[in-house]
């Protein structure tokens, strides 16, 4: 039976009044009626790639024809979600995302596509072609008063770089203070297995990559919709940043591993 969490009483706009997020176990396609439409700021999506991951559930084995056509509804599910201010940032792989990417970009504009280097160590790897190191993410805007704030994502300047600035003329220099603006080629490590993030999910992404979504792409107490939830990655990210999340999950074990991973981003976040 789907370990469900029914929308009750303390629910508004989908999302509990008291957590701040809500975790269905269920098909997004099947149940994205449950979130109001443009009642969401921002759609962070990472779907199975077709990679033949198992999940537990088969959604990661199509054919590539049902792949396209399954990824179409999602796309045309989540999009009446968001706000006009919404954004959306979509995980594929390069050998889909100009397909899934083209037909995105009939309903949205692009504002662009970060490269998210895995940072996979040089061993082997493949001898007929290049070695593929790399995840493409799509960042796609409903409209051009998108709500996006740099100053939540600046990465302070290093040490060295701060001393080699530290001339008077330097001095109180406003974007030595704030830090510089993230690029579109974003280098975070994979989990591996030892990694203090990890948990029992074989596509787990950093918090570091979704945090960095969650601050530039969403206001303070607005709303986060992951479809795809996983090991809960996005669902942490909001707790911790102050942002409300609405979540789906096909497996019942993944929703466990959520449940319990939202436990721990309250504490953290006090
Ligand atoms: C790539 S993983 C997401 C990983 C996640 N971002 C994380 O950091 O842990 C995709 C997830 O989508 C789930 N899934 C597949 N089809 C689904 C559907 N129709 N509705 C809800 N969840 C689905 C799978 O069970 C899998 O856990």
Not at 25 to 33: G, K, M
Not at 150 to 179: C, H, M, N
Not at 257 to 269: E, K, M, P, V
């Amino acid at each position: 039976m789907p370990d469900r969490t029914m929308p009750d009483s303390t629910v508004r706009g989908g999302v509990s009044a008291q957590t701040g997020w809500e975790l269905h176990n269920l098909d997004f396609v099947e149940h994205a009626a449950l979130v109001a439409d443009r009642s969401v700021d921002l759609v962070v999506a990472d779907p199975p790639y077709r990679l033949g991951k198992d999940y537990g559930n088969g959604s990661d084995r199509r054919s590539e024809d049902e792949f396209l056509e399954w990824t179409r509804s999602w796309i045309l599910c989540a999009l009446p979600k968001l706000k006009p201010t919404g954004s959306l940032y979509l995980f594929a792989t390069w050998r889909h995302a100009p397909e899934i990417f083209s037909f995105v970009k009939r309903h949205m504009t692009m504002i662009n596509e970060i490269i998210w280097d895995r940072r996979v160590p040089s061993m082997g790897g493949s001898t007929r072609r290049f070695s593929s190191v790399h995840d493409t993410i799509g960042l796609f805007a409903l409209t051009s008063g998108y709500y996006f704030d740099i100053d939540a994502v600046r990465i302070p300047y290093d040490a060295v770089t701060r001393k080699a600035r530290s001339r008077r003329r330097f001095e109180g220099s406003r974007w030595l203070e704030q830090g510089y603006n993230p690029k579109d080629v974003w280098s975070v490590s994979r989990l591996h297995r030892q990694h203090r993030e990890r948990e029992d999910h074989p596509t787990q992404k950093p918090l570091e990559i979704i945090e960095r979504m969650v601050r530039a792409s969403c206001p303070e107490d607005g709303l986060v919709l992951d479809p795809f939830a996983g090991s809960g990655t996005t669902l942490d990210a909001c707790i911790r940043n102050r942002r409300r999340c609405v979540a789906f999950e096909l497996n019942g074990e993944y929703c466990r591993i959520i449940r319990a991973r939202a436990g721990r981003a309250t504490s953290a976040a006090g």
